[in-house]
């Protein structure tokens, strides 16, 4: 198992990021970190920090900004990844190629690379996320994570939800195949998903407490993902449906907004109550319809149709129903996502 060792969450934080990474004052430091970010915070990361510091912008989440930030990073003692997404894995997969320590301080709470060991990078040959270290430690500054548009709160619930029916699939698969289910990975990853079930109206709210809650749910989900070993707690059919969707659309949708859709549709497919997943994605202001998110009917069911050959290593319930245009509608259909 490889996971995070140290992890401070908390209100106004940042400012002892210098101190939460514990490296000698001579030590040269890389920040990974897209400008708008660095436009709000650089001044007082900078300041924390007590290394020769070298800034590195990322605009993209694919191969070439991870290039720059290793290139960047040749003489350096620690990457840390300073933003949303892409920064964090850009400079996650950016280290964990150098074997150097890393460092996660996310701005805004949208999906689970936050704490976990997999990096999405585009224009890779896979369409899904490819397997990094964990980092090493990860500082969550609640007041930072709150002032970010609520849209990406709504997409890391979104991404939540979709641990429901990730771990449904698992099961699937370790029934149908034999394979490894660790049932404490498992229900590790189902609680962070229930956990928005559960509160949706509160979280709905947005405020430092549901942002603090968000985020220690996306962070456990991560741990999960380090304790399976696999993605496999954090990633099923819905994941593969927003890869899919990634490919058919792309540009359209943030992940965990077309992630929580698919979990509608995965969910009522695997029998699960996905009219209470669709209540509370609508309660945390989350997408829940193609429209939602600026794709056609017809792109919704292509990509439920060509999601199991985005990973056909791995067994979801997708594999077990071979989805056929006019299944795919009718389901898209009767759970009003089209
Ligand atoms: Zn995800």
């Known amino acids: 198992m490889e996971l995070p060792q140290k992890i401070l969450i908390g209100e106004n934080v940042l400012r002892r990021l210098g101190r939460f990474i514990e490296m000698p004052k001579s030590a040269r430091i890389v920040v990974a970190s897209g400008l708008n970010v660095q436009q709000k915070v650089r001044e007082m990361v900078a300041s924390s920090l007590e290394g020769r510091v070298s800034w590195v912008d990322v605009q993209l989440s694919d191969m070439k900004n991870v290039r720059s930030v290793m290139k960047a990073s040749e003489e350096a003692r620690c990457i840390i990844g300073l933003g949303g997404g892409k920064s964090v894995d850009v400079g996650k997969l950016a280290a964990s190629k150098l074997n150097l320590p890393f460092f996660s301080v996310p701005t805004s709470a949208s999906h689970d690379g936050i704490a976990s060991p997999f990096a999405s990078i585009r224009g890779s040959e896979k369409h899904y996320s490819i397997k990094a270290k964990p980092p090493l430690g990860i500082l969550a500054d ?91 707690p954090c990633s099923g059919s819905e994941h593969l ?94 759970s009003s996502v089209i």
Request: one cysteine or more; charged letters at 20%; glycine letters at 10%.
């Open 241 to 334: 449906f927003s890869h899919a969707l990634d490919v058919i659309a792309p540009g359209k949708g943030l992940h965990g907004e077309k992630c929580g859709i698919g979990t509608i549709l995965v969910a009522k497919l695997q029998g699960l109550d996905w009219r209470a997943i669709r209540a509370a994605l609508e309660n945390v202001n989350a997408p829940t319809t193609a429209a939602g998110i600026e794709v056609s009917d017809d792109q919704v069911v292509e990509a439920l149709v060509s999601a199991s050959a985005i990973r056909p290593d791995r067994y979801t319930i997708l594999s077990k129903t071979r989805m056929t245009r006019d299944g795919a509608r009718q389901l898209a259909e009767e």
């Open 142 to 232: 609640v007041d930072v994570i709150a002032a970010a548009p609520p849209r990406l709160f709504a997409a890391g619930c979104g991404d939540l939800v979709a641990k429901l029916t990730a771990v449904r699939d698992w099961q699937l698969g370790h029934e149908a195949t034999g394979e490894y289910y660790g049932e404490y990975a498992a229900n590790l990853a189902m609680m962070s998903g229930q956990l928005i079930i559960n509160n949706s109206k509160r979280m709905g709210r947005g405020d430092k407490d549901a942002v603090r809650g968000l985020v220690e749910a996306l962070i456990s989900t991560g741990v999960a993902a380090g304790i399976a070993g696999s993605s496999r």
